[in-house]
């Protein structure tokens, strides 16, 4: 077995959270199977919050106080970790953000937006003010920073690999004006050829296909079990449960069949720019 790899409790909040979690846990003598049990939780679900990569819901944090004695720490607490995690982005995706820096692995199927991790400034400054028009400016630039902030994952010498699939719309029809719409596409293909990662383009004659209903993203990791995201109008959910995570890259594995080619894809994307970049393109 692999020497277990210990939190950094000083990396942030949550990390701190987790770290003394396990500490407590470990001094009670108890398993993360013993922990999770009677709390209607999986023991992923709490590993996670172990490695600071999941927030603790009020409920759990009240279970584990129960079983481990500790006077109403986690729950007093809890309500601090999850506001440190969410660090500029909405509740409902802060674990996936946290969650993506440990991942092995990240598959991405856009249908309506750029993903988060391939979005350039204006990009994610259109999307933010256009999805929340009620924001004050200082929120926006919050949230705008908070995605930039997650490309640092591209930094990394260990980074996840990536396979993301497009559909054709989000190419053709421009969120920006041409010359940034350029630049958008140019920042895709450059992350892709950065990182190996892999581009599909669904091409917009693919009336049906398995993911008809919205975005998804599959995320695994070297030591925990896959997850899948999806999301809709202000709101999102992670699913672990095992047996429909199985169905969903299935599904995915299954859209993947249905677009075009790597090679092909990244080359309409490159062409596609080069279309904006000289006023050729139509929409």
């Known amino acids: 077995m692999p020497p277990r790899k210990d939190t950094d409790a000083s990396a942030n909040v949550p990390s701190f959270y987790g770290a003394e979690l396990r500490f407590k846990r470990e001094a009670a003598g108890l398993t993360l199977e013993q922990l999770a049990e009677g709390s209607f939780r999986g023991v992923p679900f709490l590993s996670q919050i172990e490695r600071g990569e999941r927030r603790m819901p009020l409920d759990l944090a009240q279970h584990v106080d129960q079983r481990l004695g500790t006077d109403g720490f986690f729950a007093r607490r809890c309500e601090d970790a999850r506001k440190a995690k969410q660090s500029g982005h909405a509740e409902y995706f802060a674990d996936v953000a946290e969650m993506e820096k440990y991942a092995e692995s990240i598959e ?80 895709i293909a450059q992350v892709i050829n950065r990182n190996q990662g892999v ?33 809709g109008l202000h709101s999102g959910q992670l699913i672990d449960y095992p047996a429909l995570v199985k169905n969903y890259r299935r599904s995915y594995d299954l859209l993947r069949a249905a677009a075009l080619p790597p090679d092909a894809s990244l080359a309409m994307v490159e062409r596609t720019a080069e279309d904006y970049r000289n006023g050729k393109h139509r929409a």
Do not use: C
């Not at 396979?163 to 920042?187: G, N, T, Y």
């Open 199 to 231: 581009l599909q383009i669904l091409p917009e004659t693919a009336v049906a296909h398995p993911f008809m209903m919205g975005m998804i993203r599959t995320m695994t990791f070297p030591d925990a079990p896959p997850v899948v995201y999806t999301e």
């Open 108 to 187: 991405d199927w856009a249908p309506m937006i750029i993903p988060g991790l391939l979005q350039t400034r204006s990009y994610a400054n259109a999307v933010v003010r256009t999805s929340l028009p009620w924001l004050p400016p200082e929120t926006v630039e919050k949230q705008v920073a908070a995605r930039l902030d997650r490309a640092k994952l591209w930094e990394r010498e260990e980074r996840p690999s990536f396979w993301v699939v497009l559909h054709e719309s989000l190419i053709r029809k421009p969120l920006l004006p041409s010359e940034e719409m350029a630049v958008q596409l140019d920042h």
